[in-house]
């Protein structure tokens, strides 16, 4: 059996949940196990990806957007976290089986996966700036969102 090597810390940032905490990932990984892509893969969960869709749909909703796009990211959010399955271990098996997923199209298809290999959303942190720090937390307070 190959010896797993020395393990190396490739990746640690924080990740934005809201105003108030901040998730630190860290991932750590063998040398002598370290193929095309692995390291790459980040623990984001599909409750985290959920989240993430759902508060896109309520930033759009806010910005009084296209009312089927913010249906579309409210969906995803709901099948995404009703999935028996990770999508991280779907999109490492094969990635065009998330387009499979009752919801999602090629455009959240290509944002999912630039969640599962990066651990963050572009298009998310986006609409995060157009908001003073802490506003769209104020929709999780009761009878406010």
């Known amino acids: ?3 797993l090597g020395k393990p190396v810390v490739t990746v640690i940032f924080p990740l934005r949940a809201n105003s108030n905490l901040i998730t630190y990932v860290l991932y750590i990984h063998y040398l002598s196990l370290v193929t095309c892509h692995s390291s790459l893969f980040l623990a984001m969960d ?18 009084d957007e296209n009312v089927f796009r913010v249906r579309a990211y409210r969906a995803a959010a ?10 991280s271990d779907i999109y490492k098996e094969d ?3 998330i387009g499979d ?3 999602i199209g090629k455009d959240l298809s290509r944002k999912i996966a630039e969640m599962v290999t990066t651990g963050k959303l572009a298009y998310f942190d986006d609409l995060m700036k157009e908001f003073p720090d802490g506003f769209p937390d104020l929709l999780d307070l009761a009878g406010l969102g």
Do not use: H
Request: no cysteine; proline share 5%; glycine share 6%.
């Open 1 to 3: 059996m190959p010896s």
């Open 46 to 63: 599909n409750k985290t990806i959920a989240d993430i869709f759902s508060r896109i749909a309520d930033i759009l909703e806010i910005k």
């Open 78 to 87: 709901l099948n995404i976290s009703g999935l028996s399955r990770q999508l």
């Open 95 to 97: 990635a065009s089986r």
């Open 101 to 103: 997923i009752p919801g």
